[in-house]
Protein backbone atom coordinates (compact mmCIF):
# COMPACT_ATOMS: atom_id res chain seq x y z
CA UNK A 1 0.00 0.00 0.00
CA UNK A 2 1.28 3.33 -0.56
CA UNK A 3 1.23 4.83 3.09
CA UNK A 4 4.65 4.62 5.42
CA UNK A 5 8.34 6.25 4.84
CA UNK A 6 9.43 6.17 1.83
CA UNK A 7 6.06 5.78 0.25
CA UNK A 8 3.50 8.25 -1.82
CA UNK A 9 1.86 9.24 1.32
CA UNK A 10 3.95 9.76 4.14
CA UNK A 11 7.58 9.75 2.95
CA UNK A 12 9.01 12.12 5.93
CA UNK A 13 7.20 9.84 8.78
CA UNK A 14 9.10 9.45 11.75
CA UNK A 15 9.65 5.17 12.55
CA UNK A 16 6.80 5.99 15.85
CA UNK A 17 4.64 7.64 13.11
CA UNK A 18 5.29 4.91 10.42
CA UNK A 19 4.29 2.04 13.28
CA UNK A 20 0.84 1.47 12.43
CA UNK A 21 -0.36 3.00 9.22
CA UNK A 22 3.11 1.82 7.00
CA UNK A 23 4.39 -1.02 5.83
CA UNK A 24 0.97 -3.42 4.97
CA UNK A 25 0.65 -5.55 2.02
CA UNK A 26 -2.68 -6.60 0.62
CA UNK A 27 -2.53 -9.62 -1.57
CA UNK A 28 -5.61 -11.51 -3.08
CA UNK A 29 -5.99 -14.37 -6.00
CA UNK A 30 -9.52 -14.89 -7.24
CA UNK A 31 -10.29 -18.27 -9.55
CA UNK A 32 -13.74 -18.73 -11.04
CA UNK A 33 -13.80 -22.25 -13.15
CA UNK A 34 -16.66 -24.32 -15.04
CA UNK A 35 -17.02 -27.53 -14.14
CA UNK A 36 -15.49 -30.45 -15.88
CA UNK A 37 -18.03 -32.18 -18.55
CA UNK A 38 -19.77 -35.65 -17.39
CA UNK A 39 -20.05 -38.70 -18.55
CA UNK A 40 -22.70 -40.98 -18.23
CA UNK A 41 -21.68 -44.63 -17.66
CA UNK A 42 -24.33 -47.89 -17.82
CA UNK A 43 -23.66 -51.48 -16.97
CA UNK A 44 -22.18 -53.88 -19.43
CA UNK A 45 -24.74 -55.12 -22.22
CA UNK A 46 -22.20 -56.81 -24.55
CA UNK A 47 -19.69 -59.48 -23.62
CA UNK A 48 -16.35 -59.48 -25.79
CA UNK A 49 -17.20 -56.40 -28.16
CA UNK A 50 -13.95 -54.49 -27.50
CA UNK A 51 -15.47 -51.71 -26.13
CA UNK A 52 -14.21 -50.47 -22.24
CA UNK A 53 -17.10 -47.35 -22.14
CA UNK A 54 -20.67 -48.22 -21.90
CA UNK A 55 -22.87 -45.53 -22.53
CA UNK A 56 -27.20 -45.34 -21.40
CA UNK A 57 -29.61 -44.48 -24.02
CA UNK A 58 -30.88 -41.12 -24.01
CA UNK A 59 -34.22 -39.99 -25.14
CA UNK A 60 -33.43 -37.35 -27.14
CA UNK A 61 -34.12 -34.60 -24.32
CA UNK A 62 -31.81 -32.55 -22.68
CA UNK A 63 -30.97 -33.59 -19.23
CA UNK A 64 -29.86 -29.91 -17.61
CA UNK A 65 -31.68 -28.94 -15.05
CA UNK A 66 -32.12 -24.91 -13.77
CA UNK A 67 -31.38 -23.44 -10.34
CA UNK A 68 -27.85 -23.04 -7.39
CA UNK A 69 -26.47 -26.46 -6.94
CA UNK A 70 -27.07 -26.59 -3.80
CA UNK A 71 -31.37 -27.34 -4.47
CA UNK A 72 -30.28 -29.91 -6.82
CA UNK A 73 -28.13 -32.18 -4.99
CA UNK A 74 -30.45 -34.96 -4.47
CA UNK A 75 -31.40 -34.72 -8.70
CA UNK A 76 -28.24 -32.42 -10.17
CA UNK A 77 -29.68 -33.80 -13.68
CA UNK A 78 -32.55 -34.98 -15.01
CA UNK A 79 -31.61 -38.54 -14.49
CA UNK A 80 -34.81 -40.01 -16.13
CA UNK A 81 -33.55 -38.83 -19.88
CA UNK A 82 -31.26 -41.97 -19.78
CA UNK A 83 -32.20 -45.81 -19.90
CA UNK A 84 -30.51 -49.39 -20.30
CA UNK A 85 -29.60 -50.29 -23.30
CA UNK A 86 -30.97 -53.32 -25.11
CA UNK A 87 -28.75 -56.41 -24.37
CA UNK A 88 -26.10 -56.84 -26.94
CA UNK A 89 -25.92 -53.03 -27.97
CA UNK A 90 -24.69 -49.84 -27.17
CA UNK A 91 -26.39 -46.57 -25.92
CA UNK A 92 -26.57 -43.44 -27.86
CA UNK A 93 -25.27 -41.34 -25.81
CA UNK A 94 -22.04 -39.45 -26.44
CA UNK A 95 -18.87 -39.44 -24.19
CA UNK A 96 -19.75 -36.86 -22.53
CA UNK A 97 -23.04 -35.13 -21.75
CA UNK A 98 -23.06 -32.18 -24.22
CA UNK A 99 -24.94 -29.46 -22.29
CA UNK A 100 -24.48 -30.92 -18.28
CA UNK A 101 -21.44 -29.88 -16.24
CA UNK A 102 -20.55 -30.38 -13.16
CA UNK A 103 -20.07 -27.79 -10.97
CA UNK A 104 -17.84 -25.02 -11.02
CA UNK A 105 -15.78 -23.19 -8.11
CA UNK A 106 -15.31 -19.75 -7.03
CA UNK A 107 -12.78 -19.51 -4.73
CA UNK A 108 -10.87 -15.78 -3.15
CA UNK A 109 -7.83 -16.00 -1.36
CA UNK A 110 -6.66 -13.36 1.03
CA UNK A 111 -3.41 -12.37 2.45
CA UNK A 112 -2.35 -9.33 4.61
CA UNK A 113 1.37 -8.17 5.61
CA UNK A 114 2.35 -6.13 8.05
CA UNK A 115 5.62 -5.12 8.04
CA UNK A 116 7.95 -2.95 10.37
CA UNK A 117 11.78 -2.12 11.37
CA UNK A 118 11.86 -2.36 15.54
CA UNK A 119 15.75 -1.43 15.13
CA UNK A 120 18.13 -0.96 12.23
CA UNK A 121 18.96 -4.78 11.51
CA UNK A 122 16.05 -6.26 12.21
CA UNK A 123 12.72 -6.22 10.17
CA UNK A 124 9.62 -7.77 11.53
CA UNK A 125 6.38 -8.98 9.20
CA UNK A 126 3.00 -10.14 10.69
CA UNK A 127 1.25 -12.12 8.27
CA UNK A 128 -2.40 -13.45 8.11
CA UNK A 129 -3.66 -15.16 5.13
CA UNK A 130 -6.91 -16.88 4.47
CA UNK A 131 -7.79 -19.45 2.32
CA UNK A 132 -11.19 -19.96 0.67
CA UNK A 133 -11.95 -16.23 2.18
CA UNK A 134 -15.83 -16.45 2.03
CA UNK A 135 -15.91 -20.15 2.83
CA UNK A 136 -18.10 -21.19 0.02
CA UNK A 137 -18.62 -24.85 -0.62
CA UNK A 138 -17.67 -26.60 -3.98
CA UNK A 139 -19.70 -29.62 -4.54
CA UNK A 140 -18.40 -32.60 -5.86
CA UNK A 141 -19.68 -34.44 -9.27
CA UNK A 142 -22.50 -36.10 -9.24
CA UNK A 143 -22.91 -40.05 -9.42
CA UNK A 144 -22.61 -40.41 -13.08
CA UNK A 145 -23.10 -44.52 -13.16
CA UNK A 146 -26.84 -45.27 -14.35
CA UNK A 147 -27.22 -48.53 -12.41
CA UNK A 148 -26.28 -46.54 -9.35
CA UNK A 149 -29.29 -46.10 -6.80
CA UNK A 150 -27.28 -42.86 -6.45
CA UNK A 151 -27.80 -41.44 -9.85
CA UNK A 152 -27.43 -37.90 -10.81
CA UNK A 153 -26.84 -37.16 -6.58
CA UNK A 154 -24.02 -35.16 -5.61
CA UNK A 155 -22.44 -36.47 -2.34
CA UNK A 156 -19.50 -34.86 -1.98
CA UNK A 157 -17.50 -31.54 -1.30
CA UNK A 158 -14.51 -31.00 -3.47
CA UNK A 159 -13.03 -28.22 -1.74
CA UNK A 160 -12.04 -27.36 2.09
CA UNK A 161 -13.40 -24.93 4.49
CA UNK A 162 -11.99 -21.35 4.66
CA UNK A 163 -8.41 -21.65 6.48
CA UNK A 164 -6.36 -18.85 8.91
CA UNK A 165 -3.05 -18.72 9.42
CA UNK A 166 -1.12 -16.46 10.75
CA UNK A 167 2.57 -16.21 10.96
CA UNK A 168 5.51 -14.29 12.22
CA UNK A 169 8.77 -13.36 9.92
CA UNK A 170 12.21 -12.57 11.10
CA UNK A 171 14.47 -10.76 9.16
CA UNK A 172 17.44 -9.76 10.02
Do not use: H
Amino acid sequence: MPFGRGKMFGKSWNRAMDAFPGGWQINAIAAYQTGFPLSVTSQNTCTNCGNNSWRPNNDGQSATLSGPVSSRLNGYFNAAVFSQPAPFTFGNTGRTLPDVRAPGQQNIVFSLFKQFQPVERLTVQLRAEAFNLLNQVVFGTPNTVLSSEQFGVITTQSNSPRTIQFGLKLLF
